[in-house]
Each structure stands twice: as structure tokens, then as C-alpha cells.
């Protein structure tokens, strides 16, 4: 019985990721089914289907000791002390990957960020991409031949971040969207349904390469992704423009940055994606079922209160 293990597991990438092991065996696994488990502190409902191996990521001890497992994708690992008590803790390792950030690279770097550039310290994000950067290096030194995925947003079924389900609300109420200046700024986004697809090309394939940008090769303006969110739910837009005056993380759930990421050493080995209209329906129809799996900020609180009041009475 093939083993894949999920680090997490009950929050929106890993748990997809695990729910997507149990409910589809990949053309690889054709001579025998998989278990999947799940590796996690068991304070969320589990998926089903899985398997719990129930302990903190930074306290393993033997807990993974005799499973041998044939596939380890390390999701909720954010720091090299993580990734060190990770590998400690299993007893081989055949194939693994990690999902890792591409808040690796510095916003100095010219864009595109290629997988090639010299990784350092983002000022937007901060210690997490230097503490990504820290468990891929790890990771690296110890298994030559794991797989580091770097993403840009993810999105899709199971987000619990108030990302598109923030611009969703604003339609169902019918409200008219606060847009940062004009909308001109780029955003990048995977669907983590992709994410999983492309998981499954490299355990298939095995490429000489072993870092991977990941994304969809089209970004999308804060226009066009708002103008999509709302054309999901069937509203038309109404924007208003705010100034940089106001943070724009108070009223948007996207920073104040825009980068791309060059992703065409994964389109060499999977082509396609899932055009965003079609993942932001899928999304939207889980979230109408899943509102309170969402973590909400108070977005509207701000809107409602200072930027309505203001220069837009």
C-alpha cells in the first residue's frame, strides 16, 4: 500500500491537497491503491478518508517512526527548525515536497523572478520568506533530490483567507468595490487544484530540476480580478478609486506589491491551467456552503467607517 503523508492537513492548501490524494489515484499508483496521512495537532476537523498521525510539527518525537512512506509533501513547514525535526523524524526518504514561497525573492530583483535569482530578505514579507528560504536550504542539504514549489497566491476551494471571498461578500452585497488608485496593479495567482496536477507531474516525471516557480503564465490587474470575482457572483463592478493616502491593506486583502514570477520551467512539463474564471467558481461555490471556514478581516469596518465618510460621501 503506497503511503503519502501531508504535513497539516485540516487548513485550506494541505487539506486539499490531502483530499485530493483520497479521492484520486494518479496514473503512477496504477498497481496499487494509497493511504494518505495527515500529521497534525487534531484542534480542526480531519478530511476524511485520512489517516491522523496526531502531534505538533515542532515535537514529533517517534510519531512517524515505521510508516516508510513513499511521498512526503511538507505544506505548514515555515521555518529550519521545522524542516529539521521533520527529517528527523522519518525514518527514509523517497520522494518529497515542499511548498515553500515565492516570498523568497527580494523585491530588488528584476522581474520576472526566475528560480535562478539569488534569493534574500523581502520587505514585504518579511522573516517568512527568509525562514522559507532557510528550510529549503535544509532541506536541500539533506535530500539533493526533493522538490521546492514556489507559488504566488493561491486560490480556490477550501481558502480560509479573505482573499476572494472578500471581493465575493462585496457582490453578494452589492456593494461598489474600494479599488487601490486604479487597478493597474499586477497579481498572480495558482489554483490549488494545479498546485496538486503539478504535484502529480513531478512524482510522475521526476525532472532533473528541483525548484519551480509555479503560477498561471496571465496575471490579472486588481481590475480584472475584482471584475471576475463579481462576474462570478452576477454583479457588475462599480469601482472607486482610493489614493495612497490610505493603507491599502485596510480596505484590500492584497499588499501594496506587485511581482510576477517567470513560470515557464513548469509550463515546459504541465502546459495548461485553470483559466480564473472557472477557479474563482469553484471557489465561489464553495464558499456560499463554507462562509464560517473563513477567516474574515474587518475590511468593511474600515470601508464603512472612514473611507465612505471621507473624500467619497
Known amino acids: 500500500m503506497r503511503k503519502i503523508l501531508v504535513t497539516g492537513g485540516t487548513i485550506f492548501v494541505s487539506r486539499y491537497i490531502a483530499e485530493y490524494y483520497v479521492n484520486f489515484v494518479p496514473e503512477y499508483v496504477v498497481e496499487e491503491e494509497a493511504e494518505v496521512y495527515v500529521m497534525n495537532r487534531n484542534t480542526h476537523n480531519q478530511p476524511q478518508g485520512v489517516k491522523l498521525i496526531e502531534c505538533d510539527k515542532n515535537h514529533i518525537g517517534n510519531k512517524l517512526r515505521g510508516y516508510d512512506f513513499d511521498v512526503v509533501i511538507a505544506v505548514n513547514i515555515y521555518t529550519a527548525d521545522e ?77 480560509n483567507l479573505y482573499r476572494e471571498a472578500f471581493v465575493f461578500d462585496c457582490a453578494l452585497a452589492e456593494r461598489p468595490f474600494f479599488i487601490p488608485n486604479d ?62 493616502d490610505h493603507a491599502q491593506r485596510s480596505y484590500f ?39 464560517t471556514a473563513v477567516f474574515k478581516k474587518p475590511y468593511f469596518d ?3 467607517n472612514i473611507l465612505s465618510r471621507t473624500e467619497f460621501e
Not at 498561471?216 to 457572483?233: D, G, Q, S
Not at 520551467?265 to 502546459?271: C, G
Open 83 to 159: 524542516m529539521k525535526e521533520l527529517l528527523d523524524s522519518l525514518d527514509s526518504v523517497r520522494d518529497f515536497i515542499f511548498i515553500s514561497s515565492s516570498a523568497v525573492y527580494p523585491e530588488t530583483l528584476p522581474q520576472p523572478f526566475s528560480e535562478d535569482m539569488t534569493c534574500g530578505k523581502n520587505s514585504v514579507w518579511g522573516d517568512y520568506g527568509v525562514n522559507k528560504r532557510r528550510a529549503e536550504e535544509h532541506l536541500l542539504s539533506r535530500v539533493p533530490g526533493a522538490y521546492i514549489l514556489r507559488p504566488p497566491y493561491l486560490y480556490g476551494k477550501m481558502n
Open 183 to 244: 487597478g493597474s496593479m499586477q497579481l498572480q495567482f495558482f489554483h490549488v487544484g494545479d498546485l496538486c496536477r503539478f504535484i502529480d507531474t513531478l512524482l510522475r516525471l521526476h525532472p532533473e530540476n528541483h525548484i519551480f516557480n509555479v503560477g498561471n503564465r496571465e496575471t490579472e490587474t486588481i481590475k480584472t480580478f475584482v471584475e471576475k470575482c463579481y462576474a462570478t457572483v452576477g454583479e457588475k463592478t462599480e469601482l472607486i478609486s482610493v489614493s495612497k
Open 253 to 291: 486583502p492584497f499588499h501594496d506589491y506587485s511581482y510576477v514570477l517567470d513560470v515557464e520551467k513548469m509550463h515546459e512539463l504541465m502546459p495548461e491551467t485553470l483559466p480564473m474564471s472557472k477557479g474563482l467558481k469553484d471557489s465561489f461555490k464553495w464558499y456560499v456552503n463554507n462562509q
Open 302 to 304: 474600515y470601508i464603512d
